[in-house]
T-cell receptor, first 111, second 115 residues
Framework: DQQVKQNSPSLSVQEGRISILNCDYTNSMFDYFLWYKKYPAEGPTFLISISSIKDKNEDGRFTVFLNKSAKHLSLHIVPSQPGDSAVYFCAASITGNQFYFGTGTSLTVIP | ETGVTQTPRHLVMGMTNKKSLKCEQHLGHNAMYWYKQSAKKPLELMFVYNFKEQTENNSVPSRFSPECPNSSHLFLHLHTLQPEDSALYLC??????????????FGSGTQLSVL
């Protein structure tokens, strides 16, 4: 059973607008959450993370929100740029090195 | 070189071939991983090595055989694979940030096709 789910396989956003990518999880023991970005023919690259003791973490144009009661996290990108077009994976872990990944959301930012 | 380097980038092999995937990390990390990415599926963890010792084998068929000679190098030996093993194989490394949290750093992957 998949413990981390990204229910939107794709998302299109106009350049300059906000992109919101969503992720749901089922295991309440997860205490660390990460977002990765993947371009074609490349490995995923780390984007931003959040610990379960926080509900928000911001890094430049990227903000991750965590709602533990809903077991939901989201990644906000604002303003969106064409170079943000990629596949975004969310991942969750229980302290240590067991990571559970979602299936990814393909973001297209339209110039 | 920096980061995590994987070779080859692409590999086509027959079901009777034996080949090896190589991974090298230049980050000084203690843990190394093999992941499999198939189309429309989440990344699947295959193996984890901590300080050269295998700590996780996620029910991977024996036709996949990992080897970790030191904390910087990781191999995945392949033999008698099946067409359904065609996928992107990703190597990663990680290190505890001091708070019990780890971040994975991935290589570019090997796109494997089994004919």
């Amino acid at each position: 059973d998949q413990q981390v789910k990204q229910n939107s396989p794709s998302l299109s956003v106009q350049e300059g607008r906000i992109s919101i990518l969503n992720c749901d999880y089922t295991n309440s023991m997860f205490d660390y959450f990460l977002w990765y970005k993947k371009y074609p023919a490349e490995g995923p690259t780390f984007l931003i993370s959040i610990s379960s003791i926080k509900d928000k973490n911001e890094d430049g144009r990227f903000t991750v929100f965590l709602n533990k009661s809903a077991k939901h996290l989201s990644l906000h990108i604002v303003p969106s740029q064409p170079g943000d077009s990629a596949v975004y994976f969310c991942a969750a872990s229980i302290t240590g090195n067991q990571f559970y990944f979602g299936t990814g959301t393909s973001l297209t930012v339209i110039p | 070189e920096t980061g995590v380097t994987q070779t080859p980038r692409h590999l086509v092999m027959g079901m009777t071939n034996k080949k090896s995937l190589k991974c090298e990390q230049h980050l000084g990390h203690n843990a190394m991983y093999w992941y499999k990415q198939s189309a429309k599926k989440p990344l699947e963890l295959m193996f984890v090595y901590n300080f050269k010792e295998q700590t996780e084998n996620n029910s991977v068929p024996s036709r996949f055989s990992p080897e970790c000679p030191n904390s910087s190098h990781l191999f995945l030996h392949l033999h008698t694979l099946q067409p359904e093993d065609s996928a992107l194989y990703l190597c990663a490394s990680s290190q505890d940030d001091g708070y019990g949290n780890e971040k994975l750093f991935f290589g570019s992957g090997t796109q494997l096709s089994v004919l």
